[in-house]
């Protein structure tokens, strides 16, 4: 954990002293030749750190991503250009055109470096992903099985997530909402970690793993139940990973396969996330940011959150979610020192 901490609390730490520096502002076209990029390759190491170490951990990677971009600089309403100096637009959805500026593009940029987050739990997971893979195949009725339930808890999301999604931004997206699902959001983990260990507390962590159900034997209202807690973490400051453990705790899997269903569950979230924000912005961000950043965030957001992901399964096994708890109520009173 203090690692973790450590290289957490470093990389928030550099982005205060990085704030001035790489931030680059662009008001007028004339200023493009002398200006390459408004994301720089010191923004990428922060926010890919930031997003892999904190992506799978219950203390909410959005919140986090959105107090650096507010430490970077990178929340800023400041129009981009692209090279030749053309102003970069974007349309929404009701036909209204509108300046793409460097918030619009951070928003964008941290969605996009999940993906090295969705790589980790891609290659950590490889053996689960091949029996859904032998699963469609009709070779694997265990993993065709796994594979309706991760699709039965992905469904709310992709409902919600594409009716919300304008609403979410315009409205949720700043420092007060996501001090405010910090701590609710550790208040219930206290409340369902204390109910957790008091259910179990007769019982050895060996015992509490080969009780519980694997997560092929969940039913399709369990998968569901967790689907629908998923759609709570669209809150930036929630976390989608506290959300689906804590429903995998509810339904009544033990600590290492509630957070196994959430690492699973995030890849199909997290790949379709990605995937609609890249169809949505993806030609704006090639225009407005260089390909090297984007590269580089997604590579570190890889290696960070791989180390996350094994770590945090060998934690919660020992000592529950109280701490991560502590841990967003800690920051949410920093946060709201500093910038309220």
């Known amino acids: 954990m203090f690692i973790l901490q450590y290289s957490l609390t470093f990389a928030i730490a550099l982005s205060f002293f990085a704030s001035t520096a790489t931030a680059k502002i662009i008001n007028t076209p004339s200023e493009v030749s002398s200006i390459e990029c408004e994301i720089s390759y010191t923004d990428a190491l922060i926010l890919g750190l930031v ?3 904190t992506e799978y951990l219950p203390v909410s990677s959005t919140g986090h991503l959105i107090i650096t971009n507010h430490l970077l600089g990178l929340d800023a309403d400041t129009p981009l250009y692209d090279k030749t100096g053309a102003a970069v637009v974007i ?3 009701a036909g209204t055109v509108r300046q793409f500026t460097l918030a619009n593009a951070a928003d964008a940029y941290v969605i996009i470096i999940q993906i090295g987050a969705i790589i980790a739990v891609a290659l950590l997971y490889w053996k689960r992903i091949q029996t859904i893979i032998m699963g469609l195949l009709g070779k694997n009725p265990k993993g065709l099985k796994l594979l309706f ?5 992905f469904l709310p999301a992709a409902v919600l997530g594409l009716l919300l999604d304008e609403i979410i931004a315009s409205l949720l997206f700043g420092i007060v909402p996501v001090c405010i699902a910090l701590v609710a959001g550790a208040l219930l983990m206290l409340l369902v970690s204390h109910w957790h260990k008091s259910k179990e507390s007769h019982k050895s962590p060996e015992v509490i793993e080969a009780s ?5 034997e969940l039913s399709i209202a369990h998968s569901l139940f967790i689907g629908l807690l998923q759609c709570v973490a669209m809150w930036p400051g929630t976390s989608r990973s506290m959300m689906t453990i804590v ?3 509810l339904v009544g899997l033990s600590p290492v396969r509630a957070a196994e269903f959430s690492f699973l569950l995030g890849l199909i979230t997290l790949s379709a996330a990605s995937a609609y924000k890249m169809i949505q912005v993806g030609p704006l961000i090639v225009k407005a940011v260089p390909i090297g950043p984007v590269l580089l965030g997604i590579f570190v957001a890889a290696i960070a959150a791989a180390i996350a992901v094994r770590w945090l399964v060998s934690f919660l096994t020992k000592h529950g979610l109280s701490l991560f708890a502590w841990y967003r109520i800690g920051l949410a009173l920093l946060v709201a020192l500093t910038f309220m």
Do not use: M
Request: no cysteine; hydrophobic share 25%.
């Open 247 to 249: 429903g995998g705790y």
């Open 51 to 53: 997003e892999g170490i």
């Open 149 to 153: 339930n991760l699709s039965f808890a």
């Open 91 to 93: 349309t929404s959805d």
């Open 212 to 216: 519980s159900p694997d997560l092929h």
